[in-house]
């Protein structure tokens, strides 16, 4: 209980909203679509995961070990596929390096593809994983909302942290 306390503290002292952001790709992620008004999802996490493939138009989504999430998605968005082969958002509860390079080795994630990462301030340990997993050379751009993480891998981004308040 005092960690989240505690590191929410921290997480209000180091963010920002919009204006703190000067890459065009976040920025208009963070303006048209973190601070949309709908709120389709009482979960901050699930609201921003359903906001995120709103916003992108994804189609071929991956959810790891969640199948309320996963029927709630597939409500949502009946058309969308569920593909574990080739991926434009990975919805996942725990990342770690590990899993992190499986999917990504073994060609799931493309240049466009997203990974939200649920719950990263839910304890010290998930803490240390999303902070060593955004030091990695093949992440680009990483985006702390406490509730979430995203992280993305666009060659074309030079690599930055945001840790952005929703």
Known sequence: MWFRFISYLKFLGKSTNEHGVHSPFVFQYVTQCLYSKKKLHQNKSINVLLKTMSYFGFERVGIKNNDEVMELVEQTFPHIQFDENRLDLFFVDEMDIPLFQEIHSEGKLHNDSLVLVNSIYDNKEKLEKWNRLIVLP?????????????????????????????
């Open 138 to 166: 093949e992440i680009t751009v990483s985006i702390d909302m406490y509730h979430c993480g995203l992280i993305s891998i666009r060659r074309e981004q030079v690599k930055e942290h945001f840790t952005i308040r929703i």
